[in-house]
């Protein structure tokens, strides 16, 4: 893929600081509270993504990113979190995330998961050239972070959050370090990604109808003998 | 032509299935659009059999002598388990009072399920082979649900999550992976497929490759379940229906392993062999041993057969790991014959928890006495199963433990003790089903749904015995190709 050098001076500083909010994003998440805001974080996540394919695609000059970025516009940051949104209120859940780790331990853990997977990506970002160096080890930590939301949290909602938000860093892995999946592959994923929400509304409501709440501790209940 | 023709046949029924798919119509047409399936498929080995392996649409559609075998089985247990499911069905919307939409749903999710599997076994593009994955995990998701009971959501939800956190990581791999072809192909949708990147396999960058291969193996193996992570496969194989169970274990495992043994050629190109060679053997090891005593412990008797696919699984992916053309082809065998001896296992444990009411085994009495038929097709599923011969699976077995003996002596007694563990944990109390003074209230049914147990242990019994030298020669072929 060639860039432009005068693409090269500005696009690239501009593509990092793209990564840099994601990586923010991603640790806001993880120390937020309130479902409410959870979700507009992801809807965050999915403009900087969206902004982020749109740039690549301006410096390369390949069309159909144009297309990948309008999708991730419409897909991440206004259906899916409206979405959850309108989930949220017809579920009627409310209050706090609870966190089976307290927040600032959790941070404190993300911290950790950053380096190891700086240190991970290391030797695949020796071999990049001077576009895409560090944005695998972002991609990835972005990832890992999302995975650790995962893990602490309880309720059914914040878990999916999560799941995007793995999504969103794979994502970014995509189009940031590849610079753009082939075209067939990236529009399975995307489909991949619609259905699978579907099928989450569909769970929301048969947890609720089974178990009035939310809680994931209800689901808790098959033991090993 | 025949490719797409293949996949053409499994993905029309979907709409149809889920526009009229309720009742007797609805199982009489998705018996029916398998049918179809299975003859394009046969159409497709012969073609194969005639030129080889070839690709279709300009090369985003690939089939060799190691996807063949895998498809030809997933249409066999695609039409047993459709016929199967008929019966067990009708019964099933009886008793839990099933809506005509659920049992729409039912059939559209199941039928989707099977066109996936083949997707992914046909497709030579490495990411629409993690697209079809996915696919077969969502359409999977609701039909583990399917009953709505509290076990059931809880099973289908630890599924969902896991798998979805598992692909995802596979995801992650195939972006690695794209990014190591981009190097040597530039940029473009050829650098995903698979026949080019095996092409230039020797060029691609060690490193990336290393990382790459490690995240499919952790996602992949996450869907073949692998210890230690294998945490929703038992759940989701008790709480779904009997059906679903048997294409859990006889298909989705397998093309899961499938997605590994591609990545294993090309990640043998990069880096040698001893890399992932390593890998599968650890992780394969420990999940036949893990597995084998999990079993010993089970009360539910679906449960207990969900664990014995973990540990055939792992075996599997053993021999793979030990590698070479003997091995691999032990490998090949033992997928194929676990496939249909674990489907079958599964259609005559569906049928006995129907007609008993209950998956403890404590409670599943005398089944040669309340319905003999059922029980000789189970004792003969469980003791093909125990790789009793003349299974399939004993020769498979006993290829395995030569060539470990050839390659790796030291690793000889855990694999016995492995398999001997699992005997323990099934031979017992196979016994107490099938023998004995059944209990009160036994509602017995009409065996019909259980005839493809016959056929297909028959063919696992050629299998063992003599097998037909067409299939000798693809597996031989796909296990030189997994060679290198």
Redesign the interface.
Known sequence: ?TITAQGLAWGIPLLRLLAALLLLLAFAMLAQRRLLTLIHLLAWQGVVLAAGTALVALLTGQTELWFSAALTLGLKAILIPTVLHRLLRRLQVHGDVEAVLNIPLTLLAGIALVIFAFS?AA??TA?TGPVTRGM?GIA?AA?LLA?LM?ITRRK?IS?VVG?LA??NG?FF??TS?????????EL??A??AL??FV??G??FF??R???DSMD?Q?????R?? | MLILLVLACAAMGIPLLALWGDGRRGAAMFIGFNTLTLLAILALAIQVLQDGAFTAGGG?FLVDDLSIVLVLVDGVVGLSTAWFSRNYMLHETVHWSLSRRRVRLYHAMFQTFLATMLLALLTN?M??L??AM??AT?ST??LV?LF????G??????Y??LC??GL?MA??GT??L??AA??IMG???D??LWTHLAAVRHQL?P??MA?AFIFMLVGYGTKIGLTPLNNWLP?AHASGPSSVSAVLSGLLLNVALYAILRAKVLVDGALGRDFASHLLMGFGLLSLLVAGF?ML????VKRLFAYSSIEHMGLATFAFGIGGPLASFAGLLHMVSHSLTKSSVFFSVGQAVQDVGSREIQRIRGMLEFSPLLGWAFMLAVLFILGMPPSGLFLSEFLIITSTLQAQPWLTPLLLLGLGVAFAGIFPRMQGMVFGAHQEGVARQSVVGIIPVFVQLTLVAMLGVFIPLTLVQWMQHAAQLLHG
């Open positions: 893929m991970l030797p695949i071999l695998v990835l990832v995975f995962m059914a878990q799941f793995i999504d794979l892995a995509a370090a590849t610079l753009g999946m082939p075209m067939i592959v399975g994923v489909l991949d259905i699978g099928i989450l569909v769970f048969q947890i109808e089974t178990f994931l209800n689901l808790e209940h098959i090993e003998e | 985003q593009n990411g629409i993690w697209v996915e696919g969502l998701v609701l649900s709505r009971t509290a076990e959501l809880e099973a289908a939800w630890k969902f999550i979805g956190v995802a995801l992650f972006i690695l794209y990014f981009q190097k940029h473009g949708a650098a995903l960058e490193q990336v990382i759940d999990s412990r089970q009360r539910d």
